[in-house]
């Protein structure tokens, strides 16, 4: 039996993971989340019982060492972290906090059976970026913003952990990830509600913004892979769609698959951590995937038809 610990398990990627891990009856899961933007509805269903849920703060070490200590993990998925771009500029000294999380992890898997640590950081970390597409080696890290200096952070103790002690750990920077649990704080889930609802779909500045949007099942699949086949150890990876999209679009596409009347209403601008480009090379990530990502268009069209997501919305 394979122990795993997944902590922020109860949010949209970790929740997934959870959900695709557990399919295995190899492994067995313990999800840590405070729920302070986790819920209990992200949880598995009570049809697997290779789980269980531990209501926990990572950045607590008391909290987080007992159950540590109390299991024999092979493996850590770190994903529990302040998230968001409006809350973690509204919530910076708690953004910072989570500098203490990592280090509980980091701590306690060195000295315990953990093989490895799979780090959730951010494309947020490239900031502006200078090239396009961003390269995990090549493109320089510049965001000042606190979240993204947290996950650069996180990045260096992971890298000095690895050669300090032996620890292995893998990076996913994660780019924008969507799927029937994400909460309505993030652009992809947010629009479809709204459309759904046919209420008006709010945009900051013009929505000339170009992004990437990756289904949560290419994501978690990467992710997954990454361990079994014992791959990129001490190393990193963007995880993310490289099919480039601007938000305006993004919202007029989900205007048109939702067969909506909802109306686009522009807001003013972010005053910063809204990065104007973003745009992985994905080489790694097909290379393990082996296989053709999901179309934003398929995405959408499964989000709406997922009933659980229709209930998290008040559909």
């Not at 996913?172 to 709204?194: E, K």
Request: with cysteine; hydrophobic share 35%; glycine share 6%.
């Amino acid at each position: 039996m394979t122990k795993i610990l997944v902590t922020g398990g109860a949010g949209n990627v970790g929740g997934a993971l959870v959900e695709k891990l557990i399919k295995d009856p190899t492994n067995f899961v313990v999800i840590v989340d405070n729920l302070s933007t986790g819920f209990l509805s992200k949880l598995p269903s009570n049809a697997f019982t290779n789980w269980k849920f531990i209501k926990a703060d990572v950045n607590n070490y008391h909290e987080i060492s007992s159950i540590m200590l109390s299991y024999s993990f092979g493996y850590v998925y770190h994903f529990a972290a302040v998230v968001g771009v409006l809350r973690t500029q509204e919530n910076p000294v708690s953004v910072l906090d989570d500098i203490s999380g990592i280090k509980h992890i980091l701590n306690l898997s060195k000295n315990t059976s953990v093989k490895q640590v799979f780090f959730s950081s951010s494309s947020e970390v490239y900031g502006e970026p200078v090239e396009l597409p961003q390269h995990e080696h090549r493109t320089p890290l510049n965001s000042r913003v606190p979240y993204a200096v947290v996950k650069n952070v996180g990045e260096c103790f992971f890298r000095s952990y690895q050669q300090e002690f032996g620890l292995s750990y893998t990076i996913f920077r994660f780019f924008n990830t969507y799927g029937p649990n994400q909460s309505t704080d993030f652009v992809v889930s947010r629009f479809i509600a709204l459309a759904l609802k046919n209420e008006d779909i709010t945009i900051y500045g013009d929505g000339s913004q170009t992004r990437t949007f990756t289904y949560v099942d290419d994501t978690v699949d990467t992710c997954i892979k990454i361990m079994k086949d014992n791959l990129l150890e001490n190393d990193v990876i963007n995880i993310g769609s490289d099919k480039l999209m601007t938000v305006l679009e993004l919202a007029q596409l989900v205007i048109k698959l939702t067969n909506s009347k909802s109306n686009i209403v522009h807001l003013p601008p972010l005053k910063e951590g809204d990065m104007t480009r973003r745009q992985p090379d994905n080489s790694k990530m097909k290379e393990i995937l082996n296989r053709d990502l999901i179309s934003i268009e398929d995405g959408i069209k499964r989000m709406i038809s997922d009933k659980k997501y229709l209930t998290s919305i008040g559909l």
